[in-house]
């Protein structure tokens, strides 16, 4: 989770106590260690132990499994660990909002929509999947800082995209990090919890969505029993083994025939594949990828298909498994579906685009008959075309 600061982070935050004594907010982000006891700079008292008063922000699933397990704690009145609970979302078109406001506006904790933060004083924020810059002050606002769930091990896959890169890059192991924010830089707060999980063979990014946001909630309850003591145990992320996980974009889909391997392709597959469809140019028209599968050792000893040319982009249909064969850079992958104007089985797509009939009498240019890269414009560029189409409105 990112933080925006506003002023030098040399600068001491006012509140401090008699004689320049630092605040505990201070004390808390800067990770001094000891409990921040004591009176904040808004003569609020802190509290050493729980039940902890919590302001949690939030969006999507991932950080619905954190909220669940944060409203279960607080329903159980006899651990006594969350006292109060608010929540922080971000505007949405659907009527009904987010997954996080649909969950609290359900279980009635008091939801309040980005920029509005509420009003009432709180020990710790909890973040998760929010996507949101946090301004120094706010993180002040908290005596015990802002608390990030974070799924994967830092500092591997810092950034807003985590799961995504980790199936994309084809990683064996992932996990979830309970980190503290720090303001000026993002993603490098002290580790206060962090557990190591095996990715499980060929798992989307959704399916490992699933299994990191239970663990992630099931780490927060753990470090909020002992909130004091895992601030001042937090340890600071290794310099190495830093990597980003930008946000995906449009172009991401792009399939690069002549580039990714079947495996590659297959990774692109599971880690955006319900997210953006799969996509690339056929006969000059955008197509779109949905429904990809590995294709059976049996379908590739097939004597029709060893026949073919290795070109990548290039579309057999196979009639005995009903599937569209396509050549990348070191093999064959499968597809059962596409979207051409409307859903096409591979026996829809076959009939209409790829049999000998349809492919003269369209005098197509043998080229043309195979899958091509599509290239995305830039923004700049698209940025530059919705000036001109506005200029020829004028």
Same mark, same amino acid.
């Given at each position: 989770?990112?933080? #925006?600061?506003? !002023?030098? =982070?040399?600068?001491?935050?006012?509140?401090?106590?008699?004689?320049?004594? !630092?605040?505990?907010?201070?004390?808390?982000?800067?990770?001094?260690?000891?409990?921040?006891?004591?009176?904040?700079?808004?003569?609020?008292?802190?509290?050493?132990?729980?039940?902890?008063? &919590?302001?949690?922000?939030? $969006?999507?699933?991932?950080?619905?499994?954190?909220?669940?397990?944060?409203?279960?704690?607080?329903?159980?009145?006899?651990?006594?660990? /969350?006292? @109060?609970?608010? &929540?922080?979302?971000?505007?949405?078109?659907?009527?009904?909002?987010?997954?996080?406001?649909?969950?609290?506006?359900?279980? %009635?904790?008091?939801?309040?929509?980005?920029?509005?933060?509420?009003?009432?004083?709180?020990?710790?924020?909890?973040?998760?999947?929010?996507?949101?810059?946090?301004?120094?002050? #706010?993180?002040?606002?908290?005596?015990?800082?802002? #608390?990030?769930?974070?799924?994967?091990?830092?500092?591997? =896959?810092?950034?807003?995209?985590?799961?995504?890169?980790?199936?994309?890059?084809?990683?064996?192991?992932?996990?979830?990090?309970?980190?503290?924010?720090?303001?000026?830089?993002?993603?490098?707060?002290?580790?206060?919890?962090?557990?190591?999980?095996?990715?499980?063979? @060929?798992?989307?990014?959704?399916?490992?969505?699933?299994?990191?946001?239970? +663990?992630?909630?099931?780490? +927060?309850?753990?470090?909020?029993?002992?909130?004091?003591?895992?601030?001042?145990?937090? !340890?600071?992320?290794?310099?190495?083994?830093?990597?980003?996980?930008? @946000?995906?974009?449009?172009?991401?889909?792009?399939?690069?025939?002549?580039? %990714?391997?079947?495996?590659? /392709?297959?990774?692109?597959?599971?880690?955006?594949?319900?997210?953006?469809?799969?996509?690339? +140019?056929?006969?000059?028209?955008?197509?779109?990828?949905?429904?990809?599968?590995?294709?059976?050792?049996?379908?590739?000893?097939?004597?029709? *298909?060893?026949?073919?040319?290795?070109?990548?982009?290039?579309?057999?249909?196979? @009639?005995?498994?009903?599937? *569209? +064969?396509?050549?990348?850079?070191?093999? =064959?992958?499968?597809?059962?579906?596409?979207?051409?104007?409307? $859903?096409? $089985?591979? $026996?829809?797509?076959?009939?209409?685009?790829?049999?000998?009939?349809?492919?003269?009498?369209?005098?197509?240019?043998?080229?043309?008959?195979?899958?091509?890269?599509? !290239? #995305?414009?830039?923004?700049?560029?698209?940025?530059?075309?919705?000036?001109?189409?506005? %200029?020829?409105?004028?």
């Amino acid at each position: 989770m990112r933080a #925006l600061v506003r !002023r030098c =982070w040399g600068h001491r935050p006012g509140g401090g106590g008699p004689g320049g004594k !630092r605040s505990p907010q201070w004390r808390a982000l800067a990770g001094l260690g000891g409990s921040p006891a004591g009176e904040d700079g808004r003569g609020v008292r802190v509290r050493e132990k729980p039940p902890w008063r &919590v302001l949690f922000l939030g $969006t999507d699933q991932f950080a619905c499994e954190a909220l669940r397990a944060l409203h279960a704690a607080r329903e159980n009145k006899e651990e006594e660990l /969350i006292e @109060k609970l608010e &929540v922080v979302t971000l505007p949405s078109p659907s009527p009904k909002g987010l997954p996080v406001k649909q969950y609290a506006v359900q279980s %009635q904790l008091p939801v309040y929509e980005w920029p509005d933060v509420g009003s009432g004083e709180y020990d710790v924020g909890v973040v998760a999947s929010f996507g949101r810059l946090l301004s120094e002050a #706010l993180i002040l606002k908290f005596p015990y800082g802002i #608390l990030n769930v974070h799924p994967s091990c830092l500092p591997r =896959w810092r950034g807003p995209a985590p799961i995504i890169h980790t199936v994309l890059h084809g990683d064996t192991v992932t996990g979830v990090t309970i980190m503290q924010i720090r303001p000026k830089r993002f993603d490098v707060g002290p580790i206060l919890k962090q557990e190591v999980v095996p990715v499980p063979p @060929k798992c989307t990014a959704k399916e490992l969505e699933e299994v990191l946001s239970r +663990l992630g909630a099931n780490m +927060l309850i753990s470090v909020l029993k002992n909130l004091p003591e895992s601030l001042s145990n937090g !340890r600071q992320q290794p310099t190495e083994g830093v990597t980003h996980a930008p @946000k995906i974009s449009a172009g991401t889909s792009c399939i690069k025939w002549e580039e %990714q391997t079947s495996e590659q /392709i297959f990774r692109l597959y599971r880690a955006i594949g319900t997210i953006i469809p799969l996509q690339t +140019l056929w006969m000059d028209n955008t197509i779109k990828l949905l429904d990809l599968v590995e294709v059976n050792s049996s379908v590739l000893t097939d004597s029709k *298909l060893r026949e073919q040319p290795l070109i990548p982009g290039s579309v057999i249909y196979h @009639k005995q498994s009903q599937i *569209l +064969l396509v050549c990348c850079k070191d093999g =064959w992958i499968g597809i059962r579906s596409v979207m051409l104007k409307k $859903t096409l $089985t591979a $026996t829809d797509f076959y009939n209409g685009y790829l049999h000998p009939w349809y492919q003269k009498d369209s005098q197509a240019q043998p080229r043309q008959c195979r899958f091509q890269t599509l !290239r #995305l414009p830039t923004k700049k560029k698209q940025e530059k075309k919705i000036v001109a189409m506005q %200029q020829c409105i004028k």
